[in-house]
């Protein structure tokens, strides 16, 4: 499984979901999914050629409030993500270079409860284009693997302030990471931290605040079957600004959110099947619930 897993370390670094979030622009969903690497050797570096990553994920989310209650939001979001990689068998700093980018197409289904007056919207849209023009792996030992990079996050999608949601944010978002990877004995022992920062809309003077984002994965390696546990934590670091009369004059809460799950992956020919299913179990001025993401990853060539 060993050359399964560096392979799959090209696929994912901003694939699965997103959803409205409260802890950001009201109605803006996160530039990269909560859990976007969940299950892939992040620290390592597969070998030269061209790769195309395809994630479908399904999702059905409610909104919390600051004490974690429900507020009467729920959303049922479906997407599909195409991540193209590209490992030109460069050496940077020591390490292995790679580049990709991900295209993100989003439907969101939103409902209103009768105490919010009801009602439904929905979106169909492009979300955040990420393009991570530079991305180095290293290993430091036989087996284990380190990198780091940065994501630039396009305000590429439909954005209107008349929407009750939408698909990506009306801003840019630079996102630089570090990630680790244990590639022994069957294991791919992965942790993967990114730290967005957002620019302001200058539609209507609001700012984003930062986040952290931890993505973590334990899967063995078991009869050609890896499986495991999988999770994510976030936290929003910096409060939202809102130097405008946008939402009242208001902003939103810090976000706060555990998810834990099981993915497996499975080799099938020159293809790597992985499938991750996660429930958030800590939840705060964000949306969180059951998610089902299913990845393929391709190589096309060298």
């Known amino acids: 499984m060993q050359s399964a897993k560096l392979m799959t370390a090209a696929g994912v670094l901003a694939l699965g979901l997103a959803g409205p979030a409260l802890a950001r622009e009201p109605g803006v969903p996160t530039s990269m999914p909560v859990g976007g690497t969940m299950g892939v050797p992040v620290g390592a570096s597969p070998p030269p050629g061209l790769y195309l990553s395809s994630r479908t994920g399904f999702a059905e989310f409610s909104l919390y409030d600051e004490n974690s209650d429900e507020v009467g939001v729920d959303l ?21 270079y ?34 991570r023009p530079l ?12 990198s780091t990079g940065v994501s630039v996050f396009a305000p590429t999608g439909n954005w209107s302030a008349s929407e009750a949601v939408n698909t990506q944010g009306n801003f840019w978002t630079v996102a630089p990471s570090v990630g680790f990877s244990y590639l022994r004995d069957g294991w791919n022992a992965s942790l993967h931290a990114i730290y967005f920062t957002n620019t302001r809309n200058n539609d209507n003077d609001y700012k984003s605040g930062d986040e952290l984002v931890v993505n973590m994965t334990a899967l063995k390696d078991v009869g050609g079957w890896s499986i495991g546990p999988v999770g994510y934590w976030r936290k929003q670091i910096t409060e939202d600004d809102n130097n405008g009369s946008a939402f009242g004059g208001g902003t939103a809460g810090k976000a706060e959110q555990l998810g834990l799950g099981l993915g497996v992956t499975r080799r099938i020919g020159a293809a790597e099947l992985n499938v991750n299913f996660t429930k958030d179990i800590e939840h705060k001025n964000t949306v969180a619930g059951d998610r089902l993401w299913v990845n393929v990853t391709l190589p096309l060539g060298k």
């Open 76 to 96: 049922s979001v479906r997407d599909t993500a195409f991540q193209f990689i590209w490992v030109p068998g460069t050496k940077l700093w020591g390490g292995d």
């Open 98 to 131: 790679k580049a990709l980018t991900t295209i993100p197409l989003l439907s969101i289904d939103q409902t209103l409860s009768a105490g919010l007056g009801g009602g439904q919207a929905d979106r169909l849209s492009f979300g955040q284009i990420e393009v």
């Open 135 to 146: 991305d180095v792996s290293w290993q430091v030992e036989p087996g284990i693997f380190v």
